[in-house]
C-alpha cells in the first residue's frame, strides 16, 4: 500500500515561508512525485514535481522563483520550501506518487494516476 501524508502547513502573512513535508510509507525512488495544490472553489494543480527520469524538477510558474522541492529517497520523504508566500498561495497542498513507476515526460500532466496525500492547508494572509 501507498499511503502520504503531508504536513507543515499553517496561517501566515505574505512574504513569509513555509515548509511543508510529506512523509510516505512506500519506496519512492523510480516514480515521478511532486505537489499540487487545491485552493477554495478552483480545480486541483500542479505545483512542483521531480520526474522519474532524470530527476528533473517543474515547477508552475506562479511558483518558480519562490519554491524549491526536494527529496529524501531514504526516508521516504519530500519537501517543498515556500517563500516569498502570497494570498494567491492560500490552498489545501497535496503530495503525491505516480501509480506507475518511470513514467516520462512532464510530471505536472494534469490526468495522469497518482497516489495522494490527505492534504495540509496553508493559509496567506493579512
Known amino acids: 500500500d501507498v499511503q502520504l501524508q503531508a504536513s507543515g502547513g499553517g496561517l501566515v502573512q505574505p512574504g513569509e515561508s513555509l515548509r511543508l513535508s510529506c512523509a510516505a510509507s512506500?519506496?519512492?525512488?523510480?516514480?515521478?512525485i511532486g505537489w499540487f495544490r487545491q485552493a477554495p472553489g478552483k480545480e486541483r494543480e500542479g505545483v512542483s514535481c521531480?520526474?522519474?527520469?532524470?530527476?528533473?524538477?517543474y515547477y508552475s510558474d506562479s511558483v518558480k522563483g519562490r519554491f524549491t522541492m526536494s527529496r529524501d529517497n531514504a526516508r521516504n520523504a519530500m519537501s517543498l520550501q515556500m517563500n516569498s508566500l502570497t494570498p494567491e498561495d492560500t490552498a489545501v497542498y497535496y503530495c503525491?506518487?505516480?501509480?506507475?513507476?518511470?513514467?516520462?515526460?512532464?510530471?505536472?500532466?494534469?490526468?495522469?494516476?497518482?497516489?495522494w496525500g490527505q492534504g495540509t492547508e496553508v493559509t496567506v494572509s493579512s
Open positions: 512506500g519506496f519512492t525512488d523510480g516514480y515521478a
Open positions: 503525491a506518487r505516480d501509480s506507475l513507476r518511470y513514467s516520462g515526460g512532464n510530471c505536472l500532466t494534469r490526468g495522469r494516476r497518482r497516489f
Open positions: 521531480i520526474s522519474a527520469r532524470g530527476g528533473l524538477i
